[in-house]
């Protein structure tokens, strides 16, 4: 069985947001518009975070791309009440949309802010609808969405190489971010094959999970800078 | 002969507890209109959220939770009052516990409802809340939440009801209207020794099996915060905090309660000045305890000195969240224990500045825990802050209104103080305790067998 996961290399990151704009175009990520980003309510499953560290001249910035984490242990799906998010037998965490009744207990317990809700019903450009993804559905108001590793791929590259008759392979399954990222910043694959780059990075030194302390164990890694 | 003639030739217990039964004063007509109309803008309130999504709220990423679930505990805290004070003081036998016990057990009944409905308020999808049922999830404190205050619901509504049975037997007796409704309610009691002593021992049990199913609730409450990893809400004092705390505010609101009552119904024989000085001292003792409490709660998180912890911490501390931090403290421990540490001001009056104080002080508290930690995630820096729509204010004002009135209504149709209680405390109680005390002296060494 795979257990999927991401390597984010922090030095090949040049903070171009190109993953937030594969995921949101791919995932039919509503646009909320600058009165959303006023209230604070955007959403963005992939979110490119910078650091600013240090004063003139002596000045670096960090970027962070924070996806949803997929942890093994997920504070998010024990805490909801009707199981509207579930870690899958791939280790994909999932969310019913249908289901959930927008409580946001998940959202407070998940400590990585990788849940959102959805404040107001969705509401796209008059230029962007015409390119909404038809293998994703939107979601309505009151509900939590967040990062599904672009699930539906998955279930694309399975039906696809089984009407060819061939094992799934490494590069039929990357989610968009991956898929976009200029600098190769971010591997995705099965962590527990070890013909997949992504387990190769995953044991890599620079190596490190975000908050690895809260026993969570999410399943995305970063490499940290070499300095 | 009118309900009213009818009660007015009662002997003194009847006539003062039963007259507002029948009769009703325009001040009550008046101050019943303006609950009403706060109420009917709440619910516009409500309607306006169903229609425009919880955006029409203040609430944003990462400030999940507002003053929905701060009113959610603060009303289940409020309804503590009745079942469990009333619980305790009945299984201590305290005997100037029979005037206040009846109105202690109406707060829980009615102010529970409105404590429930606040996560539902909250809820984005709440034409789905059945789900809770459908797809139960039972590993989730929600879920043993809903089960908990159910639970609580249906107890205190018995510990109400079995021990009014007499007085309703007895109203359905005199005749007053609606007499089906009495008839009903009484369901064939008649007061004989017998009877009495099935009913008593029945409210032995009730009052013994209420208290850890409050107390259960209330733990519940504070675990749904607890039970998470965030900076200052995974803390192990959580549940016999939020259980402290909530004893705290029902003291408090059942104090401003017998207050009103008294002024407005000439109960000045029942609830007597010592009422409200045994009153003010439970306030004293918890205020007591809400200071160790909160001081242990923060003391262990400054001295455990976690970077995520700290910044919750110095929020409340010195940061933005000063203010409403330190008025907390001032109307939880300063303005209570000082007024109630003195006999000169456990009068009524200041009993009834401590317990608003408290009562003012314990939604902060409630404030406090959920708001801080909200703005102050783990991972990422919150630029936001949280300020409350008028969606939010005026649904709070409603549910507020909405328990007064329902408590106002209650009054109109049961005896706000148990009458046979009453009765019963000057028939036996000079006799009981004189017997319980003499009880507790030595006996003559002659008679010990060593």
């Given at each position: ?7 984010i290399d922090?030095?090949l990151c040049n903070?171009?947001?190109?993953c937030?704009?594969?995921c ?9 518009g ?9 959403i ?17 910035t ?28 791939e ?6 949309y249908?289901?959930c009744?927008?409580?946001r207990y ?5 400590p ?5 809700f959805n404040w107001?019903?969705p ?6 609808l ?18 599904t ?13 089984k009407?060819?008759g ?15 990222c200029?600098t ?6 099965d ?18 999970r ?11 890694y ?6 | ?10 002997p ?12 009703t ?6 101050w ?25 709220t ?7 939770w ?13 309804s503590?009052?009745g ?9 201590a036998?305290?005997e100037?516990?029979r005037?206040i016990?009846r ?12 404590g429930?409905?606040?996560p ?16 139960s ?10 089960l ?5 619901f ?10 009014m049975?007499?007085d309703?037997?007895?109203?359905r ?12 309610l ?8 017998k009877?009495?002593q099935t009913l ?7 009052a ?8 259960s609730?209330?733990?519940?409450i ?6 998470t ?11 016999p ?13 059942l104090?401003i309660?017998?207050a ?17 000085n045994?009153?003010g ?13 909160t ?5 262990t998180?400054?001295y ?7 910044a ?8 933005s ?7 907390m ?8 224990f000082?007024l ?9 009056s ?12 314990m ?11 909200s703005l ?7 630029l ?6 008028w969606v939010?204010?005026?649904?709070m004002a ?15 149709y ?5 009458i046979?209680?009453?009765?019963e ?13 003499a ?8 008679t010990?067998?060593?």
């Amino acid at each position: 069985m795979a257990r999927w996961g991401m390597v984010i290399d922090l030095d090949l990151c040049n903070g171009c947001q190109a993953c937030e704009i594969a995921c949101r175009s791919e995932n039919n990520i509503a646009v909320g518009g600058s009165q959303a980003a006023d209230e604070n309510r955007t959403i963005s499953w992939m979110k490119v975070h910078a650091e600013t560290e240090g004063e003139w001249p002596q000045v670096r910035t960090k970027f962070i791309p924070q996806p949803c984490m997929h942890c093994d242990r997920p504070p998010c799906t024990m805490v909801c009440p009707v199981g509207a998010t579930a870690l899958d037998s791939e280790g994909i965490v999932n969310q019913i949309y249908a289901r959930c009744i927008g409580c946001r207990y998940c959202a407070n317990a998940c400590p990585y802010l990788a849940k959102y809700f959805n404040w107001h019903s969705p509401s796209y450009p008059e230029s962007t609808l015409p390119g909404l993804n038809p293998d994703v559905s939107i979601r309505p108001v009151g509900v939590i969405e967040k990062c599904t590793f672009c699930s539906h791929r998955l279930q694309l590259a399975r039906e696809q190489s089984k009407a060819e008759g061939r094992p799934m392979r490494e590069e039929d399954y990357i989610p968009a971010c991956a898929e976009s990222c200029p600098t190769r910043a971010i591997v995705f694959g099965d962590l527990e094959n070890r013909n997949h780059r992504v387990a190769e990075l995953a044991a890599d030194p620079r190596a490190f999970r975000q908050e690895e302390g809260l026993g969570t164990h999410p399943k995305v890694y970063y490499l940290s800078e070499k300095d | 002969m009118t309900d009213l003639e009818r009660v007015s030739s009662l002997p003194q217990d009847e006539r003062v507890l039963l007259m507002p039964l029948v009769r009703t004063t325009t001040t009550f007509w008046i101050w019943a209109a303006i609950m009403v109309a706060i109420t009917l803008w709440g619910a516009y309130a409500y309607i306006y959220q169903l229609r425009h999504g919880l955006g029409s709220t203040g609430l944003n990423t990462p400030e999940y939770w507002g003053i929905y679930i701060i009113c959610f505990v603060f009303f289940i805290g409020i309804s503590h009052a009745g079942t469990l004070i009333s619980a305790i003081l009945r299984v201590a036998n305290a005997e100037w516990r029979r005037s206040i016990t009846r109105s202690a057990e109406f707060i829980t009944v009615l102010v529970i409802g409105f404590g429930a409905i606040q996560p539902v308020l909250d809820l984005g999808r709440p034409d789905r809340v059945l789900n809770v049922l459908l797809h139960s999830q039972a590993f989730s404190p929600l879920l043993w939440d809903v089960l908990s205050i159910g639970l609580y619901f249906t107890a205190s509504s018995t510990y109400l009801y079995i021990p009014m049975i007499p007085d309703l037997a007895r109203i359905r007796d005199l005749g007053l209207h609606p007499r089906w409704l009495y008839s009903f309610l009484a369901i064939g009691y008649t007061d004989t020794p017998k009877s009495r002593q099935t009913l008593e021992k029945m409210i032995g049990i009730l009052a013994i099996v209420v208290i850890p199913i409050a107390i259960s609730v209330h733990t519940v409450i504070g675990w749904i915060f607890a039970l998470t990893l965030r900076p200052m809400w995974h803390s192990a004092i959580f549940g016999p905090y939020f259980v402290m705390g909530a004893i705290f505010s029902g003291i408090a609101a059942l104090i401003i309660a017998m207050a009103i009552l008294r002024r407005v119904y000439n109960l000045g024989a029942y609830f007597k000045d010592v009422h409200f000085n045994n009153m003010g001292l439970l306030l004293l003792v918890m205020s007591a305890i809400w200071f160790y409490f909160t001081l242990a709660e923060n003391i262990t998180v400054w001295y455990g000195g976690e970077e995520a912890e700290l910044a919750t911490l110095y929020s409340k501390l010195t940061g933005s969240f000063a203010f409403p931090f330190w008025l907390m403290v001032a109307c939880c421990t300063i303005i209570p224990f000082g007024l109630m540490c003195r006999k000169a001001t456990r009068t009524v009056s200041g009993t009834v500045v401590a317990s608003v104080a408290v009562v003012i002080g314990m939604w902060l508290e409630r404030f406090n825990i959920v708001v801080p930690t909200s703005l102050h995630p783990r991972v990422g820096v919150s630029l936001t802050h949280y300020f409350p729509s008028w969606v939010e204010l005026s649904i709070m004002a409603g549910t507020f209104s909405g328990f007064i009135l329902v408590y106002m209504i209650a009054t109109k149709y049961f005896p706000i103080i148990s009458i046979w209680e009453i009765q019963e405390g000057r028939e036996i109680s000079v006799s009981d305790v004189s017997e319980r005390v003499a009880g507790y002296l030595p006996d003559d060494m002659d008679t010990v067998k060593s």
